[in-house]
């Protein structure tokens, strides 16, 4: 179980290599999801929307969520962002930065489903089948207003009886699968245009503003993961010197059955560690209160 919790705290690190691992195995989950899952589609009117959009844009939702949670930096970033002011002012140029990184790599897993799913063209046919215009196709001229909405409700459906020998039905059928992979290559030549000015126009705005946020939202990270490693190695030794105190009355009965005792000099080389000097729960709460509510400044001169 250890070996799994290091593996995880491992993965929630601010190692940018490993964050941009994992956005590239949700990527890659999310397109294995979409293509393992059994796409079917209702073809009734009232449904065919709801059912097509909701499997465009609802998976989208929980691999953002997940993207989230998998982000170190989002929960370091929320707490820097509702922290008390203190002893430390807080930079709202970090935050910006350590906001944009966040969502910069949650969106890729979702939008990769969405590009996914226009290009594959079953979701918007589902969801829109409906809504073509009748006038286009011959073969809906002969049909009633409201058999002609059901013909094109089941449109995406090819197996139906109504449909099977209808002619226009893969005419509609092509015609809203070209306005799909149309719209994802359309959003997929945007996404790269914006990466590539990104990418290129960078260097074109302040460099030392840029490195400043950088250096201090990894600092803001490595701060939190050594604190919390801090109290978790005060909190071993104040358990270790609560069991000790409580097994001191029981001194006399470990001699009386040879039970080797630790000596008074033993451990005596961590005493002037500092976190030993806290040796009751008041102390510790007060302690982490004062670091929440009154950060240190970022000045070591003086130690």
Known sequence: MDRFRMIFQYFQSNSESVMNGICGLLALASVKMYTCFDFSCP?????????????????????????????????????????????????????????????????????????????????????????????????????????????????????????????????????????????????????????????????????????QARHWSNYIDMEQKIFEETCCEHSRLFAHKCILHFFESMRQEFKLHSFSMPGEGEGAEGEEYLLQGITDQDRVNKLLKMWYYEKPPLDVSQV
């Open 43 to 211: 073809c009734l009117l009232r449904y065919n929307m709801a059912y097509g959009l909701g499997i465009m844009f609802v998976p989208p939702v929980a691999l953002f969520l997940c993207g989230l949670i998998l982000n170190r930096q989002s929960l370091v970033m929320l707490e820097e962002w509702r922290r008390p002011q203190g002893h430390r002012k807080k930079d709202l140029a970090v935050i910006r930065y350590m906001c944009s990184s966040i969502m910069q790599r949650a969106m890729v897993a979702p939008v990769v489903w969405i590009i996914v799913t226009l290009l594959d063209g079953k979701c918007l046919i589902c969801a829109f089948s409906g809504s073509v215009d009748p006038e286009k196709f011959v073969g809906f001229a002969n049909a009633s207003p409201v058999q002609v909405q059901q013909l094109l409700a089941k449109v995406p459906c090819k197996d139906d009886d109504l449909m099977r020998n209808n002619t226009s039905r893969k005419a509609v059928s092509r015609y809203l699968r070209c306005w799909s992979q149309a719209l994802g290559w359309s959003i997929l030549l945007i996404l790269i245009v914006a990466a590539f000015l990104a990418r290129w126009l960078r260097p074109c705005f302040n460099q030392a503003t840029l490195l």
